[in-house]
């Protein structure tokens, strides 16, 4: 599976929109981005996740580069309960048994 | 909306004790899984659980640990003999199977904090 990289940390002002960056630039045609959350002490969450093209539902949108090396997971109006640490994480859909491989994540504060 | 649960929420125990973490996955899921996360680390992948039997495990699921699926609803880990660095949060998660809507997505339960002392 594919290795990314998130920014360790990222601050949003509550009310505002929350952009998490994610790079994925090895990533093969056959691989999905998935964003997952995990709030403190919480188990993780399953947020979105999308192949090539663009993807929203009732917790964010997920906007995928056209070239697939780099994805943004929005938040548009986020909340102070949204402070998590966020996990974007790239697999084939169907590998193996379907594990997830998390990463460090990036550890959103909402801020009032 | 259906949850994963996990019993208990918190278990301590002596070292060289055998530990045993339920979990009850969403009724109507195929996959199941155990994940941990030590105190201030990432998440780890432990071990997939398909059709009555592993379908994937990590190195950290050695020996020591089994996996069991004894009834319709409950899915349990097995530590045998517990080590110090066998404390972490124990995470249960399932999924759906192909050929349903959202087959990929993972719940996850609240988990079960293990401390070995």
């Known amino acids: 599976d594919a290795k990314t990289t998130q920014p360790t940390s990222m601050d949003c002002a509550e009310g505002r929109a929350a952009n998490l960056p994610c790079n994925h630039s090895?990533?093969?045609?056959?691989?999905?981005v998935y964003w997952y959350r995990q709030i403190h002490s919480q188990g993780p969450q399953y947020i979105i996740h999308?192949?090539?093209n663009n993807e929203t539902n009732e917790m964010a949108s997920l906007i995928i580069t056209e070239d697939r090396k780099s994805s943004t997971l929005i938040l548009p109006h986020a909340t102070l309960r949204d402070t998590a640490v966020y996990y974007c994480?790239?697999?084939?859909?169907?590998?193996?048994?379907?594990?997830?491989?998390f990463g460090q994540g990036t550890e959103l504060s909402v801020k009032p | 909306e259906p949850e994963v649960t996990q019993t208990p929420s918190h278990q301590v125990t002596q070292m060289g004790q055998e530990v045993i973490l339920r979990c009850v996955p969403i009724?109507?899921?195929?996959?199941f899984y155990w994940y941990r996360q030590i105190l201030g680390q990432k998440v780890e992948f432990l071990v997939s659980?398909?059709?009555?039997?592993?379908?994937?495990k990590s190195e950290i699921f050695d020996d020591q640990f089994s996996v069991e699926r004894p009834d319709g609803s409950n899915f349990t880990l097995k530590i045998r003999s517990t080590k110090l660095e066998d404390s972490a949060m124990y995470f249960c998660?399932?999924?759906?199977?192909?050929?349903?809507?959202?087959?990929?997505?993972?719940?996850f339960g609240p988990g079960t904090r293990l401390t070995v002392t």
């Open positions: 090895t990533i093969s045609g056959n691989e999905y």
């Open positions: 998660a399932s999924r759906r199977g192909l050929a349903t809507s959202r087959p990929y997505e993972q719940y």
């Open positions: 994480i790239v697999r084939v859909a169907q590998n193996q048994g379907g594990k997830l491989i």
């Open positions: 659980f398909y059709n009555n039997e592993i379908s994937e």
């Open positions: 999308g192949l090539k």
């Open positions: 009724s109507n899921h195929l996959y």
